[in-house]
């Protein structure tokens, strides 16, 4: 690891810090219909997991196969996708705890599958906070460990790993907002900001095997997609899906340059 990739790459954990403390205070992402600046940033953020993170899961199958000895069997040539659906299936679930914390706070009992939340103003409880932010805590320190530690690497690579994430985190930011209220505002980004930071920092020290950051780039591909999709798809966000092409489509073809 070189001196300026090291520098550079501190920088973006700031950008990455700095998004999670102005985006609850970008009043122009609210609204219905979704804001076109969503849907663009989450286009972006899935079109960097399709393009970038799954052809890199690919090359990393077989050191993830090794480190797991064959113990999935007949599954061995799919352990990296299988982490993958469990970062997705993971992050569904924080979505739906949220959705009916929400509307038990709310006095409406959830009566479909469709989690979407009773009231605009109600928040959850400390409890479900607190899950969230735990958890969205290690997901940044993922990002920001990843910042140095990538199966691409270079300042190429980083440039275009950092404009990802930024405008995922606006994504999931917002998400988080709405789901926490005050309480994200209050004391939640902070817990991210500190916990992006941490994860750079222990980058910055540590190094572990080429199977273990596939693993890691598994995982949070699927919670990339999950997090952006579960705000694009429902119908009641009347999404700008013209918006949400043209930046998956605008930045897919600017990762083929890579």
């Known amino acids: 690891m ?15 810090a700095v998004v999670h403390v102005v985006t609850p205070s970008l009043r122009f992402l609210d609204g219905s219909p979704r804001s076109v600046w969503l849907s663009a940033a989450g286009g972006v953020a899935v079109a960097y997991v399709f393009v970038h993170f799954l052809p890199e899961l690919a090359s990393g199958e077989a ?8 113990t999935l069997g007949g599954f061995s040539e799919r352990h990296v996708y299988l982490i993958a659906l469990g970062g997705l299936m993971a992050f569904y679930g924080l979505d739906r705890l949220a959705k009916v914390d929400r509307s038990r706070r709310a006095g409406i009992p959830v009566t479909d599958a469709r989690g979407s939340a009773p009231t605009a103003d109600v928040g959850t409880g400390a409890g479900v906070f607190w899950i969230h932010m735990g958890s969205f805590g290690l997901y940044n320190a993922l990002v920001g460990y990843l910042l140095l530690h990538r199966e691409t690497t270079g300042v190429g690579s980083l440039a275009f790993f950092t404009v990802a994430m930024s405008l995922h985190f606006v994504v999931t930011d917002y998400g988080l907002n709405d789901d926490h209220k005050a309480a994200y505002r209050r004391t939640g980004r902070w817990v991210l900001v500190a916990a992006v930071v941490a994860g750079f920092l222990v980058g910055a020290v540590t190094v572990v095997s080429d199977a273990a950051i596939a693993a890691l780039t598994a995982f949070l591909g699927g919670g990339v997609i999950l997090n952006v999709l579960k705000d694009e798809v429902p119908s009641e966000r009347q999404s700008r899906f013209w918006a949400f092409a043209l930046g998956a489509v605008g930045y897919a073809a600017l990762l083929l340059t890579l």
């Open 2 to 16: 070189t001196t300026s990739i090291l520098v550079l790459a501190a920088l973006a954990a700031v950008v990455l």
């Open 63 to 70: 050191s993830v196969g090794r480190m797991a000895g064959g």
